[in-house]
């Protein structure tokens, strides 16, 4: 369970001054100003859940994050973490959760992923038996084989980070903070560690906590999203009800092999031509029947969809959006 309360967290920052005399003046008196970064956030999340944080840059993911693994205190509040207060960095809770920082690595760059996993054991005391059992499920998973003996420093990112993965989960944590874990991998690899953190999941009932800028990660992973903005939380639901709040519309688009749509459904309609060479309208749900039964008409249509619209389409509209706590 994770009970986060009224949290707030501020960074202090050096003020940068623009003036020649200014400049020389702070060489003597540095003058410092608030960066706010979390606003009295509230939230729960019970054991097993996976939990999106989504939020343009500099809303505060990344430090509501670090708060709950314990690296950073916070300014204001409080936030527990299966009981533990993590900022007071018990052992038994370090034991308990682990963070995956795309683009951040914990493995020694010189050695062979095999040393490093050899020395996070000894760490973490795990019991050799458990150990062996352990490394040998996480290298069947992530199909680690071939990797296990090259030098960290050889491996391309998308197999560095699969060991990350491993060298992350061998004390078997039961919360994952994963923050932009598939940063910079290829559509393939970012789908397999997009499995295997559900199967993580599934196997250990962990709860998982996920930022990501790639929304088919949130999507596939987090019925939940947690949206932060400018350091506030303006919404915390069902993914799918937030789609359905911030852009209460479908999108329907089908194929169409004939030469020209006639004039009159194109007006009425607004159809427009997609990138994937559909044809796609957006229209409130209560208009969608009558849309449907037009295209229908049509001799040349094939391939009809009726789907909600993308995170990244709701995203935009909620992050470019004064009002953002009319999605909350
Ligand atoms: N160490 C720091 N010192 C000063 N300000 C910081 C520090 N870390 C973050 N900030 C500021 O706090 C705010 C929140 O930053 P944070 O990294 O948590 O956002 P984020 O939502 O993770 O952004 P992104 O999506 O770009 O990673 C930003 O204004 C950022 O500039």
């Given at each position: 369970?994770?009970?986060?309360?009224?949290?707030?967290?501020?960074?202090?920052?050096?003020r940068r001054e623009q003036h020649f005399g200014a400049v020389v003046a702070s060489l003597f008196r540095r003058r410092?100003?608030?960066?706010?970064?979390?606003?009295?956030?509230?939230?729960?999340?019970?054991?097993?859940?996976?939990?999106?944080?989504?939020?343009?840059?500099?809303?505060?993911?990344?430090?509501?994050?670090?708060?709950?693994?314990?690296?950073?205190?916070?300014?204001?509040?409080?936030?527990?973490?299966?009981?533990?207060?993590?900022?007071?960095?018990?052992?038994?809770?370090?034991?308990?959760?682990?963070?995956?920082?795309?683009?951040?690595?914990?493995?020694?760059?010189?050695?062979?992923?095999?040393?490093?996993?050899?020395?996070?054991?000894?760490?973490?005391?795990?019991?050799?038996?458990?150990?062996?059992?352990?490394?040998?499920?996480?290298?069947?998973?992530?199909?680690?084989?071939?990797?296990?003996?090259?030098?960290?420093?050889?491996?391309?990112?998308?197999?560095?980070?699969?060991?990350?993965?491993?060298?992350?989960?061998?004390?078997?944590?039961?919360?994952?903070?994963?923050?932009?874990?598939?940063?910079?991998?290829?559509?393939?690899?970012?789908?397999?560690?997009?499995?295997?953190?559900?199967?993580?999941?599934?196997?250990?009932?962990?709860?998982?906590?996920?930022?990501?800028?790639?929304?088919?990660?949130?999507?596939?992973?987090?019925?939940?999203?947690?949206?932060?903005?400018?350091?506030?939380?303006?919404?915390?639901?069902?993914?799918?009800?937030?789609?359905?709040?911030?852009?209460?519309?479908?999108?329907?688009?089908?194929?169409?092999?004939?030469?020209?749509?006639?004039?009159?459904?194109?007006?009425?309609?607004?159809?427009?031509?997609?990138?994937?060479?559909?044809?796609?309208?957006?229209?409130?749900?209560?208009?969608?029947?009558?849309?449907?039964?037009?295209?229908?008409?049509?001799?040349?249509?094939?391939?009809?969809?009726?789907?909600?619209?993308?995170?990244?389409?709701?995203?935009?509209?909620?992050?470019?959006?004064?009002?953002?706590?009319?999605?909350?």
């Amino acid at each position: 369970m994770i009970e986060v309360a009224g949290l707030s967290k501020s960074y202090w920052v050096h003020r940068r001054e623009q003036h020649f005399g200014a400049v020389v003046a702070s060489l003597f008196r540095r003058r410092t100003e608030e960066v706010v970064a979390l606003r009295d956030v509230h939230f729960s999340i019970r054991d097993g859940e996976r939990v999106g944080f989504l939020g343009p840059n500099g809303a505060g993911k990344t430090t509501l994050m670090k708060v709950l693994c314990g690296l950073l205190h916070p300014s204001g509040g409080s936030a527990r973490v299966d009981g533990y207060v993590p900022y007071e960095r018990a052992p038994d809770y370090l034991r308990r959760m682990t963070m995956v920082m795309g683009g951040k690595s914990q493995l020694i760059w010189d050695l062979p992923p095999a040393d490093s996993f050899e020395m996070i054991r000894a760490v973490y005391g795990i019991p050799s038996a458990t150990f062996r059992v352990t490394l040998g499920e996480l290298v069947d998973l992530l199909a680690l084989g071939p990797l296990m003996h090259k030098p960290t420093r050889q491996l391309s990112l998308g197999e560095r980070m699969r060991c990350e993965f491993a060298a992350a989960l061998l004390h078997q944590p039961k919360v994952l903070f994963l923050d932009e874990p598939t940063i910079g991998l290829d559509a393939g690899m970012q789908a397999a560690v997009r499995d295997f953190i559900l199967a993580y999941n599934r196997a250990h009932g962990a709860t998982v906590l996920l930022t990501s800028h790639y929304m088919q990660d949130v999507a596939a992973i987090c019925p939940r999203v947690v949206v932060i903005n400018h350091g506030t939380l303006v919404y915390d639901g069902d993914l799918r009800d937030f789609v359905r709040t911030v852009k209460p519309e479908k999108v329907v688009s089908f194929r169409w092999s004939g030469s020209v749509l006639p004039g009159p459904l194109l007006a009425a309609w607004a159809l427009r031509p997609t990138p994937d060479g559909r044809i796609e309208a957006r229209v409130g749900n209560e208009r969608v029947p009558e849309l449907v039964r037009a295209v229908m008409a049509l001799p040349e249509m094939a391939d009809l969809m009726i789907e909600d619209p993308s995170l990244d389409d709701v995203l935009r509209e909620v992050y470019g959006q004064a009002g953002v706590e009319a999605a909350a």
